[in-house]
């Protein structure tokens, strides 16, 4: 058969556990059967992050770079166990870290939704996708456990010697304290990679803080977003018929409520975190939420939501049988693909990647799942399949279509 080429590589990043099992499968059966795949390859798996001392993490980062486009599987962000378990030299730090500071990104987290598996927002007909800062602000703040009466100050001495003092708070009483920071370039990337990113799935944008309170700290979020958005992609959005607004965080939040879906919602990171995980529940599932790393120049890594899946892993490894859902890994690698199709003007990739998504789709939709889908579905359960059925059954489905 003839296979689709590709003009250049990806940057494939292979990772840990059940992810890693799922990883191999999705390549043998569903993309090299079918495409000449081109990829430069980097094990992120634990043990190799150890024996190079995290060397390849930060080659795959610069990899992306170079190529535009990556596609990773789930790793293990090493912990005090994880450190023991693997014999780790260090606990070294999360790889996601580590590629979103190298290429200065913001993480676009999206849901593959059918209508089988019904939010639980019953309004909601298209994905929200959430965009979060991923950097600063309580993440990084400096906290002090206030121990006894005193005064609190925040203090800021400038370069030339210039200082700025302003009372936070005369302490009557034990309390807490933390000061936080952000700046304005990491603001600037997060606004380009959100109006960029917005104009590349021709999604409106929403923005949202809260200034009325905040009215130094979040007022500097929203009036950079939208000196970038009037300088540089006003018009852009009114010719692609793409729209931005800003909007406090409460108002946001009863509007995506009570809205359709179908646009991306840009927050700050604490808001982003926690609205994420709000957003990805109510869709249905961790398995089924794809996530995407958007750089402000147009670098683009694809990955899935959710991490290694270590429960299913461990039953592997036991001999027993699994049924870890795929769908958010294999949207990765048809995100990436399409992607570096889009980039070469290779319409045949972007077909090919259309396609398996579709026989993804349609394998749900015609009731074959995996066993975390099974209690949300709504449409005729036809089987409950393992971690291998679902996969063939999807390569079928895709030589069906
Ligand atoms: P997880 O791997 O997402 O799994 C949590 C639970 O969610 C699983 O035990 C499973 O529930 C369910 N689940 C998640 N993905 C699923 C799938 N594809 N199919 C079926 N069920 C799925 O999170 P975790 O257990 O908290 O973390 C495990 C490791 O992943 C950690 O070492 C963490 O550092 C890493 N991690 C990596 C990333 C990343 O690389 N982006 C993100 C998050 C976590 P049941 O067991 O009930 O079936
Ligand atoms: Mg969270």
Known sequence: MHKIQMKTPIVEMDGDEMTRILWAMIKEKLICPFVELRT??????????????????????????????????????????????????????????TIRAALDGTVFRTPVCIPEIQPAVRGWEAPITVARH?????????????????????????????????TIYDFECPGVLQGMYNKDSSIRSFAKACFAYALEIGQDLWFSAKDTISKQYDQTFKLIFQEIFDAEYKDVFEAAGVGYFYTLIDDAVARVVRSRGGFIW????????????????????????????????????????????????????????????????????????????????????????????????????????????????????????????????????????
Not at 146 to 166: D, H, I, M, W, Y
Not at 330 to 342: M, P, S
């Open 40 to 97: 430069e390859y980097y094990d992120l798996g634990l043990p190799e992050r150890d024996r190079t001392n995290d060397a390849v993490t930060h080659a795959a980062a610069a990899a992306i770079k170079r190529l535009g486009v990556g596609v990773k599987c789930a790793t293990i962000t090493p912990n005090r166990q994880r450190v023991e378990e693997y014999g780790l030299k260090e606990m070294w730090k999360s790889p996601n870290a």
């Open 134 to 166: 991923a950097y600063g602000d309580v993440y990084r703040a400096a906290e002090y456990r206030v121990p006894t009466p005193g005064r609190a100050e925040l203090l800021f001495t400038g370069e030339n010697g210039e200082s700025f003092r302003q």
């Open 266 to 401: 840009a927050c700050k990171n604490y808001d982003g975190d926690v609205m994420s995980d709000m957003i990805s529940a109510a869709f249905g599932s961790l398995a089924m939420m794809t996530s995407v790393l958007a750089s402000p120049d147009g670098k683009f890594e694809y990955e899935a939501a959710h991490g290694t899946v270590t429960r299913h892993y461990y039953r592997h490894l036991a001999g027993e049988e699994t049924s870890t859902n795929p769908v958010a890994t294999i949207f990765a690698w048809t995100g990436a693909l399409k992607k570096r199709g889009q980039l070469d003007d290779s319409p045949d990739l972007v077909a090919f990647a259309e396609r398996v998504e579709c026989a993804t789709l349609l394998t749900l939709r015609e009731g074959t799942v995996t066993r975390d889908l099974a209690p949300l579905y709504t449409g005729t359960l036809r089987k409950i399949a393992n971690t291998e059925e679902i996969l063939n059954a999807i390569r079928d489905r895709f030589q069906d279509i």
